[in-house]
């Protein structure tokens, strides 16, 4: 089955800093990858995500960056902002098309 | 819309008894997912269905875990009987087409503690 490897599991910033969170997985039949974000007390929920036919994907603040040669994606925030408080987590389907997670990052953002 | 429903938000039960999650997914979904999330493990799939089918249960832990989809807009993951180290929070998800990359709908899961 697809592994799925996330870091750091912690990421302290100060308010306008950027963030990035790094990815890789291991199965190279997976070409959907999505990032979902959790905030306290609530389910995941999907923010972005990329297909293996694009290298890079923007959204406002939000961009996610795929290298399939070398099987990793990561997710960058611009302008942090205190409301970007949350746990973020990576995930990738492999062959099954079901998603696997990677283990998750809390992002602190100090005002 | 309404988004996929999950209850009781909290349990708090003793060693032994019986535990049922409920789940109610979106109008529409043909897929639907159970999560457990611990600090140890992050998010699991436990067990996923597909137009009410199981599909793949591979994912739940022993035969203490059941879970059924009687229909398309309910589904239930039970717990007989409980133990404390199943202490986590239980999400259920939803989707259509994940298969070709859709979004999986989370409810805002169930937070089971078994003492």
């Known amino acids: 089955g697809e592994n799925v490897e996330q870091h750091p599991s912690t990421l302290s910033v100060q308010e306008g800093d950027s963030a990035v969170i790094k990815c890789t997985y291991s199965?190279?039949?997976?070409?959907?990858f999505p990032w979902y974000k959790q905030e306290l007390g609530k389910g995941p929920q999907l923010i972005i995500d990329?297909?293996?036919?694009?290298g890079e994907k923007k959204d406002q603040r939000i961009a996610v960056t795929l290298n399939k040669t070398a099987k990793h994606f990561s997710l960058h925030i611009t302008e942090t902002q205190p409301e970007d408080s949350a746990v973020y987590f990576c995930?990738?389907?492999?062959?099954?098309?079901?998603?696997?997670f990677g283990r998750g990052t809390s992002l602190i953002v100090h005002p | 819309d309404a988004g996929v429903i999950q209850s009781p938000r909290h349990e708090v039960t003793e060693m032994g008894q019986e535990v049922t999650l409920r789940c109610k997914p979106i109008?529409?979904?043909?897929?639907l997912f159970w999560y457990r999330q611990t600090m140890m493990r992050g998010l699991e799939l436990l067990i996923y269905f597909n137009n009410n089918v199981p599909i793949d249960d591979s994912g739940m832990p022993e035969d203490r875990f059941s879970a059924k989809m009687p229909n398309a807009s309910f589904s239930t993951l039970k717990i007989q009987p409980s133990e404390p180290r199943d202490s986590a929070v239980y999400f259920c998800a939803s989707s259509f087409g994940f298969e070709s990359g859709g979004e999986l709908f989370f409810g805002e899961g169930s937070r089971l503690t078994v003492l």
């Open positions: 995930a990738a389907p492999g062959g099954s098309y079901i998603p696997t």
């Open positions: 109008s529409g979904h043909n897929s």
């Open positions: 199965d190279s039949a997976s070409n959907y």
């Open positions: 990329i297909r293996s036919n694009v």
